[in-house]
């Protein structure tokens, strides 16, 4: 063992040098930056795609939440408030599908997650989830469009529905089950953050294609999901110590305020949007966007914390200094 080697710390990859101090006690060497053994990443970076898995994690809460809008909106006889939830939530869970294939590679391999069903595996669950989902919201659209078999397409909507907030909150617990810091840190308040980011995706799409006479749920529910997000993200980050560091910096932080500035705006807007069809509109792009740049942001935010090593270790350390305790 060389006298380099030796001087380094392989458990956290940080090298040990003794800090000589002058006579006002000011250190004589600066601390080293922290980095990983031989400058490795601690964790492997994930490989997903940004553009495929960051929108499947918003297609999948536009559609959860589409199709709970949707059950409202038909139980309290608002028609042009439902079908345009139908239809998103069909055509959502759809390119939401599509998103994830595409990066998986091959269709057959979202088939083998379907041979087992491991509750122990959000992946396996959420596989399953969506198997059954899918096809609920496709009878729904389909039954709508044709204007046929009403029965149906109403107990397909309810079942839709009941499967709905777990489509949208799930992929909140499959990132948490990772090891990557900023999403596994966040597990407790980031299945609240989807959930709210989803109720505001889908009511701006209600706001966008519903009459604003019958919009009157989907303005609710977009102040209701927007207190929802920004008041469990904000949590989420004050708990999560330097884990919430990569929220703030580089990409995810423009991502991230741009989602707060457009979803409180959205929301903002959509309360008035029932008497002008211009801020319906308005409060739906708002907070369609804002929601997809949440999810975006969360996404990137996360593999930069996978990159840098001391998101890894430095919180390792300060957990067994507190067991030590």
Known sequence: ???????????SGRRR????RGRGGEPMVPDTEFSSYYGRPVLARPTWKALDIAGYLYLGGLAGASSLLAAGAQATGRPRLAGPAKLGAAGAISLSLAALVHDLGRP????NMLRVLKPTSAMSVGSWLLAGYAPLTFTAAA????????????????????LGPAVATYTAVLLS???????HEGYRELPFVFAGSAATAASGLALATA??????P?????VLGAALELGAFRTMKRRMGLAAEPFEQGRPRLLLGAAELLTAGGAALALPAGRDRRLALAAAAALLTGS????????HAGVASAEDPKYTVVPQRERLTARGR
Not at 17 to 20: G, K, T, Y
Not at 149 to 162: K, Q
Not at 292 to 299: I, S
Request: no cysteine; aromatic share 6%.
């Open 17 to 20: 040098h003794r800090r000589r």
């Open 292 to 299: 997809a740049a949440l999810r975006f942001g969360v996404f």
């Open 211 to 216: 009459p604003t006479a019958q919009a009157g």
């Open 177 to 183: 089950d990772t090891a990557v810091p900023s999403w």
């Open 108 to 111: 057959a391999r979202f088939l």
């Open 218 to 222: 989907a303005r609710r529910l977009a």
């Open 143 to 162: 039954t709508e469009v044709a204007g046929r078999h009403r029965l149906l397409g109403s107990a397909a909507t309810a079942a839709a529905a009941v």
């Open 1 to 11: 063992m060389t006298e380099s080697d030796a001087g380094r710390d392989q458990g």
